[in-house]
């Protein structure tokens, strides 16, 4: 198998991270990574907003995850996501859904028929460069709501984000904490030859 494609396998969500922040010259090819994504219509309109703040990743963290429990017992949610990388619906005691990583990027596109598509792209470049240069990543949906708060439009405005962008999601980076997760075993039928 070619060499990239096999190091794609061994991709995982992770979501425990060591305290340290992370090099700023991975950072930089990782951002690189994201910004080489492909675009509908080649528009290049997203933004890249990259956090550091522990206090207002911490923040917005425990809004995403009190977003994913709203008005639902979190208990009552059965989940097995990932015994080595647990996440908020695995281990309820986890308050911050950012899970306390020390880079939160999140992903602006403008608001079209193809902001999702754009965003995605530019995410799964993310994670992969970020697996490639050693360190560990997460997708955290919900972003949109999130930042739907009155601390997400006071950051938004406090960013400078155009009012025709929406958040569509966040990237969670860090060096790797704790195991790394077996692969998951791909569902089978999923490919369909015609
Ligand atoms: C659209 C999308 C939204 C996701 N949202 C979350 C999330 O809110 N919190 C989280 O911990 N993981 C989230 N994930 C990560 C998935 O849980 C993870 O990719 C999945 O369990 C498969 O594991 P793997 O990435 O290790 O293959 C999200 C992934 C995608 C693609």
Redesign the pocket.
């Known amino acids: 198998m070619n060499e990239l494609i096999e190091k794609m396998t061994t991709?995982?969500?992770i979501?425990r991270f060591q305290k340290k922040q992370v090099d700023e010259n991975l950072l930089q090819q990782i951002l690189t990574a994201g910004l080489y994504a492909p675009s509908a219509g080649n528009n290049q309109y997203s933004r890249i907003v990259v956090c550091q703040d522990s206090e207002v990743n911490e923040r917005l963290g425990r809004i995403?995850r009190y977003m994913?429990f709203k008005g639902k017992d979190p208990k009552t949610i059965s989940h097995s996501?990932?015994a080595e990388?647990p996440?908020?619906?695995d281990d309820f005691t986890i308050m911050n859904?950012f899970?306390d990583a020390p880079t939160v990027l999140t992903i602006f596109t403008r608001d079209s028929q193809y902001s999702h598509d754009d965003a995605?792209m530019i995410g799964e470049n993310i994670l992969l460069a970020a697996h490639f240069l050693g360190l560990g990543a997460?997708?955290?949906?919900?972003t949109g709501e999130v930042f739907a708060t009155e601390y997400g439009q006071q950051l938004r405005r406090k960013w400078g984000i155009p009012e025709d962008m929406v958040a569509v999601?966040n990237i969670i980076i860090g060096y790797i904490d704790g195991p790394v997760?077996c692969?998951?075993p791909r569902k089978e039928g999923r490919i369909i030859r015609v």
């Open positions: 991709r995982h969500a979501r995403s994913q996501i990932s990388q996440s908020i619906q859904g899970y995605a997460c997708y955290v949906g919900r999601c997760p692969s998951k």
